[in-house]
DNA sequence: GCTTGACCTGTGTCTAACACACAGGTCTAA
DNA sequence: TTAGACCTGTGTGTTAGACACAGGTCAAGC
């Protein structure tokens, strides 16, 4: 299969394809006319690493878990220390998301009652120097 | 004021401090020693840039924001133009963090009674392969 | 006065996961 | 032949800082 193929059957670009490939998470042969061509291997090598980009690991996790591998080791211990570590990220990630989602909203709402002010030497915009996050004790604003 | 000083008070690092600096975000005179000194415009210039940001707004945000006010104009329709884009991006963010968060606690659950498997020449690790999203349908999974 | 640790400077590079750019080559339908 | 799609290897850009480096300044302590 070819770059642009690969890409197609598994809905991502040829530039992703060609990333992993410059990193050597893919080994595609040489065609005759110097084109990349990607055995089945390397099929099932990009779906993999596709899945494992999805569940949230990153490039260098992937590589990691492929160098376990190829060694010939169960990489699945490593596998699941991996995911515990991304996921506590993603968590830690996700409540900054909630309280940075919860405060543009609020700064919206609150600034469509206000009015248009200019700007002074100290002051750029009165907006965002007056925004006030709203308290969430038994609010309904969210 | 001097960089670290005002990186303190603030509670952000000298490094932020000297990024928007650069960034001729904040323009500080110069000390007779050659050190970079924050007078007060400036000192309410880096609390503005550190509130939009935690407001979410971009660093390149800021700038417009800046530009629009040194020409004395009320920079507050730009703010709530922009307020609305980057809530919306936070918006898909948060939504594919979503999805991905409960990908990833199924996956550490199913993958917590999985035995371990050796590699073979076309997998790499079959639990990231055998990974299978639960549905949403009535379930308590969440 | 000297030493040492903290802080300073300007400038450059790195981080992560791609996306884009470029100069030049290949393929194929029209 | 032409034109558009795709290819190559290599380099750079994106975002918001964090880090690195060589060298300078400050001030407390000895």
Redesign the interface.
């Known amino acids: 299969m070819k770059v642009t193929e690969l890409a197609k059957e598994f809905g991502t670009t040829p530039d992703t394809v060609r990333y992993y490939t410059r990193l050597k998470l893919l080994n595609p042969t040489k065609s005759e006319n110097g084109y990349k061509y990607y055995p089945?291997?390397e099929i099932?090598?990009l779906?993999?690493i596709l899945?494992?980009r999805?569940?949230?690991?990153s490039v260098s996790d992937i590589q990691h878990?492929?160098d376990e591998?190829?060694l010939?080791?169960?990489?699945?211990?490593l596998?699941?220390s991996l995911?515990?570590e991304?996921?506590a990220e993603?968590?830690k990630?996700?409540q900054a998301?909630?309280a940075?989602?919860k405060?543009?909203?609020d700064?919206?709402a609150q600034?469509?009652v206000?009015?248009?002010?200019?700007?002074t030497?100290?002051?750029?915009?009165?907006?965002?120097?007056s925004?006030e996050p709203t308290e969430n004790n038994g609010g309904s604003h969210e």
């Open positions: 089945p291997t099932s090598r779906k993999f899945s494992a999805q569940l949230g690991f878990i492929v591998a190829s010939g080791k169960a990489a699945c211990p596998v699941r995911i515990k991304r996921l993603t968590e990630q996700f998301m909630l940075l989602r405060n543009m909203k700064a919206l600034w469509e206000k009015e248009d002010k200019a700007p030497s100290t002051m750029v915009c009165h907006l965002i120097d925004f």
